[in-house]
């Protein structure tokens, strides 16, 4: 039987307020919201948030900041529901070419130890948002037969291309075009693969 996978799970990511310029280190509180959907555009949940990044000169240790989800959890088997308001630390690590990279701490507990894990998304694990360990997830592609594992999913193709700032630097292609160049041929390759031995 497979395991529960990560795709199709409502999740935080920390990519996802860089882009969005939310990590912004001016010490302030500022409140948001996230909804999610699927590829047919049905709700599929909503949270809200306040977060806070230290000012650079405040940052102690690895601590940079904090965001605390706010949401409401509906049971699937009895309809209950239950409010949440917690905290998630966010710290930071340096990058080699200067500036900072920032990641969210895992805040669940398994067996009545932190898990603490630096983590870049937080997935929803029952009513409360933490890391895939802690959550016993894996991708989509590790249920899959070992004949087909590899195969790389189109939204991780797409996920790819939609990070690409700059094609080509210096009439070389960046690493992240080659990055999306890779996962496209990967896909294209085990689809292919795929499709032939049904054929058979």
């Not at 996230?34 to 601590?63: A, Q, T, V």
């Not at 009513?127 to 594992?149: D, H, T």
């Amino acid at each position: 039987m497979g395991q529960n996978t990560v795709e199709g799970r409502n999740r935080i990511s920390i990519f996802w307020l860089r882009q969005n310029g939310l990590l912004y280190p001016d010490g302030l509180w500022h409140p948001g919201s996230l909804r999610w959907s699927n590829s047919w555009s049905e709700d599929r949940g909503s949270i809200g948030y306040r977060l806070m990044i230290e000012e650079e000169e405040d940052f102690s240790s690895e601590n940079a900041g904090q965001i605390w989800l706010i949401y409401t959890n509906t049971s699937r088997l009895n309809g209950e529901a239950s409010s949440h308001n917690y905290a998630v630390s966010i710290v930071k690590t340096a990058c080699n070419y200067g500036g900072y990279r920032y990641w969210f701490r895992c805040p669940l507990s398994v067996r009545g130890t932190q898990c603490n894990k630096r983590i870049g998304v937080l997935y929803k694990v029952g009513k409360y948002f933490g890391c895939r360990s802690c959550g016993r997830l894996v991708y989509a592609e590790q249920n899959i037969s070992k004949k087909f594992r590899g195969i790389v999913a189109d939204s991780d193709v797409e996920e790819a291309y939609g990070q690409i700032k700059r094609f080509y630097y210096r009439g070389k292609t960046t690493k992240k075009h080659r990055k999306y160049l890779k996962k496209q041929e990967r896909n294209d390759d085990q689809w292919s693969k795929m499709l032939s031995s049904y054929r058979k």
